[in-house]
C-alpha cells in the first residue's frame, strides 16, 4: 500500500517544528495576536466539543485568531464553522480573557461559552483538524491538555471532569 504524501509529510516533520512555523505564520499574518476558543456544551448529554490538531499534540476547545477587521464573536464564528461545522445560534457568553505568555509576550484569549448551537452541513475536512467530536464532561479523551482541563473547570465552576486530573 503507498503512503500518500500528507501521511509522508507527517511522518517524517517534527510536530514541535510544525507547531512553531504554524505560531510563527500566524503571529507575522496579524499585527495583535489575540484568539478566541468557545466551549460548546451539549447540556442534554453533558459533554463538551474539543478538537486535535493535526501540527500539535493534545485535544482542545475549537477557536484561533481574530483577523484584522473582524470582531471576536465574528472570529469564534467562524472558527467554529471551519473546525467543527458548528453553527452558534445564540449569543455566546465570554467568561474569561488569558494571557498566553508560552505563544508570545502579546498573545490573549478569550473563551466563551456556547449553549445554543445547531450542527451545519458538512463539508471537506479542515486540513489542520485531526478529529473532532462531544465527550462527556466525566470522560474527556486521554491526551486533553492541561489548560484545557482548566478552562473547562473555571467555566463550569469547578463541574465535576475526568478524575485523573
Given at each position: 500500500?503507498?503512503?500518500?504524501?500528507?501521511?509522508?509529510?507527517?511522518?517524517?516533520?517534527?510536530?514541535?517544528l510544525?507547531?512553531r512555523?504554524?505560531?510563527?505564520?500566524?503571529?507575522l499574518?496579524?499585527?495583535?495576536?489575540?484568539?478566541?476558543?468557545?466551549?460548546?456544551?451539549?447540556?442534554?448529554?453533558?459533554?463538551?466539543?474539543?478538537?486535535r490538531?493535526?501540527?500539535?499534540?493534545?485535544?482542545?476547545?475549537?477557536?484561533?485568531?481574530?483577523?484584522?477587521?473582524?470582531?471576536a464573536?465574528?472570529?469564534?464564528?467562524?472558527?467554529?464553522?471551519?473546525?467543527?461545522?458548528i453553527?452558534?445560534?445564540?449569543?455566546p457568553?465570554?467568561?474569561?480573557?488569558?494571557?498566553?505568555r508560552?505563544?508570545?509576550?502579546?498573545?490573549?484569549?478569550?473563551?466563551?461559552?456556547?449553549?445554543?448551537?445547531?450542527?451545519?452541513?458538512?463539508?471537506?475536512?479542515?486540513?489542520?483538524?485531526?478529529?473532532?467530536?462531544?465527550?462527556?464532561l466525566?470522560?474527556?479523551?486521554?491526551?486533553?491538555?492541561?489548560?484545557?482541563?482548566?478552562?473547562?473547570?473555571?467555566?463550569?465552576?469547578?463541574?465535576p471532569?475526568?478524575?485523573?486530573w
Amino acid at each position: 500500500m503507498r503512503q500518500s504524501d500528507d501521511d509522508r509529510f507527517r511522518q517524517t516533520n517534527w510536530p514541535g517544528l510544525r507547531a512553531r512555523l504554524f505560531h510563527l505564520y500566524f503571529r507575522l499574518k496579524r499585527p495583535m495576536t489575540f484568539g478566541v476558543r468557545g466551549l460548546v456544551h451539549d447540556a442534554d448529554q453533558n459533554s463538551v466539543f474539543l478538537i486535535r490538531h493535526t501540527y500539535v499534540p493534545g485535544w482542545q476547545l475549537p477557536g484561533g485568531g481574530v483577523e484584522v477587521g473582524e470582531t471576536a464573536i465574528e472570529a469564534l464564528e467562524r472558527e467554529l464553522l471551519e473546525e467543527g461545522c458548528i453553527e452558534i445560534s445564540g449569543s455566546p457568553v465570554l467568561k474569561s480573557i488569558h494571557f498566553n505568555r508560552l505563544a508570545s509576550r502579546r498573545d490573549h484569549v478569550a473563551f466563551y461559552l456556547i449553549q445554543s448551537y445547531r450542527q451545519a452541513a458538512p463539508k471537506l475536512p479542515d486540513r489542520e483538524i485531526a478529529a473532532a467530536g462531544f465527550f462527556p464532561l466525566d470522560r474527556l479523551p486521554e491526551g486533553t491538555t492541561p489548560a484545557t482541563h482548566r478552562r473547562i473547570a473555571e467555566i463550569f465552576g469547578n463541574a465535576p471532569v475526568s478524575p485523573d486530573w
